[in-house]
């Protein structure tokens, strides 16, 4: 058994005293009006009299029903589920006897409340067992106590505790409020793999029956009394900004309380690296129903004038950096012409190894590709929205919101008060994929209420939430490949940029693989803010990657999947260079994986078929795409998918999540694009930005999983980036044609090349 | 502002209100009915649909003044318990993942499978092509739609 020392969450299983009589008390709870549903969804559930917290995560009743607090904000990956089923299984409970329920903000008893970057599970994946196996360790001592006998000599098991020589037998309930009195161990044990019951075994939903009930769960569905309805007017083209307002008109219609402007920053603010806001001078509107502010938000008037360039330092995760924000009215056209220019010159070189220069002056023929993908908007289903009550110098928020922590410091600044006094709820959100992890909407929700002086839930329109984005950048990349007399690869170079980011991973496949290698980037500044997207960067560099080295497969006359299982074997055995970030091992596995539950064959001519494979997240995907044509338009008729994340906490939870992001891919490469004209998003709404629906999305999911006993990596991003690969190389081989740039469909005629 | 008898999941509601705004936000805003979710506010994206009488409708499109004598039901109304064989069968195919679109899917479903209890690919596909998941979960609303149909009390 591993023992694990308990003061890497020590802070959590610090209790609160005050509470020494049980019962856990929340801050404050804003959706009371879901305690009716959960009461008659747990009717079969006898409700405890009276609660003992064994620490910031759990409590148990007196009847052992057991309430487990989840620490991070949901978005659909289903962690309010797996989570608790950490806790749950070192605490060893029968599954049916958990309650589950959303922990509010607090970072000193639920550490980093972060949702994204496919961090939640492999972050939790300690602190969350090791809450549950110190609460059983308590409930094993308190046994031993009051039964006095050895500690040793207690099991406890499916919430029951016994003693095998006296035969005493006690439920979890029976001895919570002699245990909750107990010193935390300093050390405990974790179960080993081979011995969870509960993990690894497939768990519904715990909110299931709130969602298909339409339960007020998300933050768009708040209602307080007194509340008041806001909506944001930002500036019609990114370079712009408020010049004046007259909201006069506005003001005198039905509803209508009151028209502010707000600014989301004090003057000399330093900001962290998601205070990303491309308009931070803003009209509000205050009413008393979203109907009537959106009638009243057509009859502002208000002026708007271009920005000036400027530049900013950024406490950035990497430490400070300097972002250089252009004026101008930027268009998409522009866009790809400087791009064109930049990627005609030598970028920065990143990683060089070997003669790079050399083996492509001595090559027998050059492979050289160029793809290029546009920007992208998140269109969560769910547009942004917060609740804010400000009241003296203490704010009351919910919101739907991924990374809490980080808009703390920017909510204290702007409305001039502590930290300490601001309380935070997090309920579900409806979609995030990066989105929600850059909260000024937070922050205008807390200006607003503070200049109104009331409980406001600011709204952002479906038009607010596209046109105020904080997108997927536009990237382009170059691959050149060098083969020799005898078509043997001797070089690979990729050169690739983006505006204003580059999406380049210099230390990733296929390097370490190949003796002379050069990875070069390039960047080009805009004010058009951008920021993660369910898998930032690897969502473009997969696609690219993985479709030319089906083409460099082909050259060479090899099978695209045996083709990427040489170069493993070359970067295991004897990988070039150290700075390699991935394992050869894990990266073959899923290739092997899907070969062999897609019924792969070499130069099978009978299906239209694409393969790709990428790591990202710590995790390893990869996919088989099979399509037809049907009246010109692809038809995904399957896609079978191999991953490894390590141990699967809730199988079809994860398949589920791999099956979105497959759904998600497809859609994106074949439709997913914004572009601008004069700093105008070219798109304000569904009927403009096609988003994947039924009729397109893939008849067949087929989510196979590595089996092994490594601690959890990424699951929510890791099956999204390989699809554009698996995608341009499938429409090839329906086609004919090689497909470079993304969107791959459009409704003029297809841009390829 | 008008007066509106509104008859809402069996219930005959009263409310003082613009004749133009949307039933989404009547229900939303003033009758408490959150389940109905805003989307697009444009019919795009299916989010909001509720049943118009036996009908699957986009209630951001549908002023308050065009309802009528017509009942009107939400998901809050679709089942007593939360036990319509469409709910059941969304449980069991385990189909969310944020679950923002669900309520939409469950009524467009529903409304399906009361017209046509034993739908193909093709009819399923054409129904539901109004409604966007963003989480990309139509497989499983496929599945769980071939589970509901013909089950009792559709
Ligand atoms: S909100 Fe009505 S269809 Fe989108
Ligand atoms: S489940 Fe998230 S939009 Fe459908």
Known sequence: ?????????????????????????????????????????????????????????????????????????????????????????????????????QAPYHSEKYGFQFTGGSRGISARWQPLRMAGATARHMLKEAAAQTWQVPVEEIIAEAGVLQHAATKKSAGYGEMASVAATLDVPEEVQLKEVKDFKLISSSQKNVDAKRIVTGAPLFGMDLQKEGMLIAMIVHPP???????????????????????????SFKDGFEKGGFDTNAFPELVAIVGNSTWEVMQAKKKLNVEWQPTSAFS????????????????????????????????????????????????????????????????????????????????GDKVKIAAPIQIPAFIIPTIASSLGISQENIEMEMPRMGGGFGRKAYAHFVVEAALISQKVNAPIKLVYSREDDLTNGIYRPAYQATYRAALDENNKLTALHVKAGGVPESPLFANRFPAGAIDNY??????????????????????????????????????????????????????????????????????????ELVREKSDWKENDTTLHRGVSAYFCHNSYAAHVLDLRMENGKPVVEKVCCAIDCGVVVNPDAATNMAEGAITDGVGNALFGELTFEDGVPQKNNFHQYQMIRMKEAPNEI???????????????????????????????????TRYYKQPFITDKPPLVG | ????????????????????????????????????????????CGACTVHLGDNAVRSCQLPVSAVGEQEITTIEGLSENGDHPVQNAWMEIDVPQC????????????????????????????AMNGNICRCGTYTRIKKAIKTAANTEGV
């Open chain 1, 312 to 391: 900013e330092t950024i406490a950035g995760f990497r430490g400070k950096e300097t972002r250089n924000v252009p004026a101008g009215l930027e268009s998409t056209t522009a866009h790809k012409a400087q791009m064109e220019i930049l990627a005609a010159k030598p970028g920065k070189i990143v990683r060089k190894d070997g003669s790079p220069e050399a083996a492509f002056k001595n090559a027998a023929k050059i492979v050289e590709r160029s793809y290029s993908a546009p920007f992208l908007a998140h269109n969560s289903m769910e547009p942004l929205n917060a609740f804010a009550h400000v009241e």
């Open chain 1, 702 to 736: 087929d989510v196979h999983f590595v089996q092994n006993e490594i601690d959890p990596t990424g699951m929510g991003e890791p099956p999204f980036p390989p699809v554009f690969g698996a995608m341009a190389n499938a429409l090839y081989k329906a086609t004919g």
């Open chain 1, 518 to 591: 050069m990875a070069e980037e390039w960047t080009i500044d805009s004010n058009i803010t951008i920021g993660a997207f369910r898998a930032p960067r690897s969502n473009f560099m997969a696609g690219a990657e993985q479709a030319f080295l089906d083409e460099v497969a082909e050259a060479m006359d090899k099978d695209p999947i045996q083709f990427r299982l040489d170069l493993l074997k070359r970067a295991k055995e004897n990988p070039v260079g150290e700075a390699n970030e991935y394992d050869a091992d894990r990266y073959a596995g899923v290739l």
């Open chain 1, 237 to 263: 083209a990114f370079g712009m900004t408020l010049k004046s307002v007259d909201g006069e008109t506005a003001k005198a219609m039905p509803g209508i309380q009151d028209v502010v402007t707000i600014k």
């Open chain 2, 1 to 44: 502002m008008a007066n509106f008898n509104l008859k809402i999941n069996g219930k005959t509601q009263v409310v003082d209100i613009d004749p133009t705004t949307p039933m989404l936000w009547v229900l939303r805003d003033h009758l408490k009915l959150v389940g109905t979710k805003y989307g697009c506010g444009i019919a795009q």
């Open chain 2, 99 to 126: 679950g923002y679109c669900q309520a939409g899917q469950i009524m467009s479903a529903s409304a399906l499978l009361k017209r046509n209890p034993n739908p193909s690919d093709e009819e399923i596909e054409s």
């Open chain 1, 1 to 101: 058994m591993t023992k694990i020392n308990t003061h890497i969450g020590r802070r959590a299983f610090i209790r609160n005293t005050s509470l020494a009589s049980g019962g856990l008390v929340l801050g404050f709870s804003f959706l009371n009006s879901c305690k009716p549903e959960q009461a008659k969804e747990t009717a079969g559930m006898e409700m405890p009299k009276e609660w003992f917290e064994m620490n910031s995560y759990l409590k148990i009743g007196d009847n052992g029903i057991v309430t487990i607090y989840t620490p991070n904000p949901e978005f659909g990956q289903n962690i309010r589920t797996s989570m608790p089923m950490l806790v749950a299984e070192e605490l060893d409970v029968d599954w049916k006897n958990v309650l589950v329920e």
